[in-house]
């Protein structure tokens, strides 16, 4: 059974920093694309970045570039999520994604397996 578990979520005030972890199990991840999404309440989901299973290529939403850095740990089967200077704007529950051959895609129905999600709160 794969399995997808984020931890790392919690409070911040704004201008702070937290890292995200995920932890890929269950199966091989060998190739896999591995990401972030997010929702905040109501409000629809939506793309956060992603790495390819390489690492040589990343993606990211406009909204987070230059303060989120994604990066991965294949030998961990894990991927994580540095976010700096965050906003209140950035509050959701993020999820941790992973996908066969998507090279870091930013939509997500592309993407095959998603964690139950870590939340984030950021204060002003």
């Known amino acids: 059974q794969v399995q997808l578990v984020e931890s790392g979520g919690g409070l911040v005030q704004a201008g702070g920093s937290l890292r995200l972890s995920c932890a890929a199990s269950?199966?091989?991840?060998?190739?896999?694309?591995m990401g972030w999404f997010r929702q905040a309440p109501g409000k629809e989901r939506e793309f956060v970045a992603a790495?390819?299973?390489?690492?040589?290529?990343?993606n990211y939403a406009g909204a987070v570039k230059g303060r989120f850095a994604i990066s991965r740990d294949n030998a961990k089967n894990t991927v994580y999520l540095q976010m700096n200077s965050l906003k209140p704007e950035d509050t959701a529950v993020y999820y941790c994604?992973?996908?066969?051959?998507?090279?870091?895609?930013?939509?997500?129905?592309?993407?095959?397996?998603w964690g139950q999600g870590t939340q984030v709160t950021v204060s002003s």
């Open positions: 994604v992973a996908c066969d051959n998507c090279r870091a895609s930013g939509y997500p129905n592309r993407y095959d397996y």
């Open positions: 269950g199966r091989t991840f060998s190739g896999y694309a």
């Open positions: 790495i390819a299973w390489s690492g040589n290529i990343t």
